[in-house]
C-alpha cells in the first residue's frame, strides 16, 4: 500500500460508512480530491483558463474569476494581479 493511500485511510473507511461507495470506489475519490488540490497555482491557472476559455469566455472575464477563485482555494494562493495571472497562461 502506498504512503499516500495510507495517509488517508481514516477518510476513506470515512467515505465507505458515511457514504455508498466502496472502499474502491472511496479510494478513488479520495486520490482524485488530494490530486486536486495539489496542482501549483501555474497549473491550476492554466487548466481553469483552459477550461473557461472553451466556454467561450473572453480573458477580461476569465482573468478576474480566476483571481476570485484562487482566494477561495483549500490552502489559498497569494494574492496575484491579472498581470500575473496572463504572464502564467501566456509567458
Known sequence: MSTARH???DLIAHLTRTTSLGRGEAARVVAEVVAYFSESVEEYVRRRHGEMKSR??????????????LSE???AA???SLRQ?????YG
Open 73 to 75: 482555494r483549500r490552502v
Open 7 to 9: 495517509s488517508h485511510e
Open 85 to 89: 495571472l496572463r504572464r502564467i497562461v
Open 78 to 80: 497569494p494574492e496575484l
Open 56 to 69: 467561450g469566455l473572453t480573458n477580461d472575464q476569465i482573468f478576474p474569476g480566476i483571481a476570485a477563485e
